[in-house]
């Protein structure tokens, strides 16, 4: 090799090992990459859809064996003759994408105070579902109104429904605190009426309440 | 002139001339070209990726045993918390170098559509890094270990993927119903020191 490709050669030897050392030893290493095609994810939902039908009378106790006899059109509730009855039907939207608890959310407020307090130490509750009866605590009956939650029990699927009677009842007669029987219609003479429009206890505001299953 | 002043005056012009101004000397050279030598660089190429399979089981609030995956169909199929989505995947690879080595990495993307629900069920979403779980069809000397794939060759790094839909609290996730994401995967090969 002329001296001249040797200098050349040398000087190209040292270029290049300035450029592999750099600035603060950093190195330029190769890499590539690539992208999977988009994918649309998407949620499904749970909805809970729920209908009432209107109050029916429902009769109760003596009735008409006791000299009680509701007029035709009579929906309240008579002590020991008549309950009140509502009927719900739960639906677990057939949009929804899971299996669901079912629940039933009462809440009653108070139409009129003086009314209710007087009737609330009589009133009486019941739902049924299926074949089953449960009685409603006392307890559900506050000084504030109804409110009580009736679990089903039975999971719903999308599509399924399930109903439930709420029966609101007050009984013919209590025995007090002091060992007496008491009537009850004969207590509550002031707070009757004859229709449902014209002496209202509460006013109810249920809701179904869906939540989906935790076990797989 | 004298023959051997003459003689003298040759060879000391000669020896000027052999010696010259500055003490260099002339020597012989030659030069001959070498035979013609190729340099190339090896490669590191991540391929199109294979089209990937999505599957689903359901853990619900976690008391019982996870369902076995089945296939999931995202056009027609919805996720509900509790769910755990894998996607698997092959990645096509080709090293060649003398010293290559690179290591395989990924990034999972998720991107809302823009609607509340969209926001919320991207924000619900606990998203697992990505596994490189083996390599299939290696040739020449490609070889695969914990995600690093050493020596020259060809293969398909099979990955897979996990999201996971949480179970939460009682309505936390309620505001994700129905709501819809873009999904989606960064593979990236990154050479690493081959010593």
Known sequence: ??????????????????????????????????????????????????TQSDPASVAMGEGASAGIFPGDNSKGIIPGAQGQ??????????????????????????????????????LKATTKVGATTTEIPSSA?????????????????????????????????????????????????????????????????NSASLSQVGQP | MKKSTKALIAGGIGVALLVGGAGTVAFWTDEADGGDGVITAGTLDLGTPAGGGWEISHAGDGSGTATAPVAFNPESDQIVPGDILTYAQNIPVTLEGENIAAQFDGAIDV????????????????????????????????????????GEGTGNVEVTTTVKFPWGTEGQYNPAKLGSLNFAVDYKLTQVPGN
């Open chain 1, 141 to 205: 009956f506050t000084a504030s109104g109804f409110q009580h939650t009736v679990k089903l029990g039975d999971k719903l699927a999308p599509g399924k429904k399930a109903t439930i009677e709420l029966t609101l009842s007050m009984p013919a007669t209590v025995t007090n605190s002091q060992g007496q029987k008491v009537d009850v219609a004969v207590e509550l003479i002031k707070h009757r009426s004859a229709t449902t429009d014209a002496q209202k206890i509460f006013t109810m505001e």
């Open chain 1, 1 to 50: 090799m002329s001296a001249r490709r040797a200098v050349f050669a040398a000087a190209a030897a040292a270029t290049a090992g300035a450029l592999l050392l750099g600035g603060n030893a950093t190195y330029a290493a190769w890499s590539d990459s690539a992208k999977s095609e988009k994918t649309t994810i998407t949620a499904g939902t749970l909805a809970a859809e729920i």
């Open chain 2, 111 to 150: 991107t809302a559509n823009g609607a509340d629900a969209d926001t919320a069920l991207a924000a619900a979403l606990e998203k697992e890094d990505l596994a490189a779980t083996d390599i299939s069809g290696a040739t020449g000397d490609l070889s695969f270990d914990n995600g690093k794939l050493t």
């Open chain 1, 85 to 122: 009855r509502w009927t719900y039907t739960v639906t677990n939207s057939s949009k929804s994408a899971v299996t669901a608890n079912v629940a039933l959310k009462i809440n009653g407020s108070v139409s009129n105070a003086t009314d209710y307090a007087a009737i609330r130490p009589y």
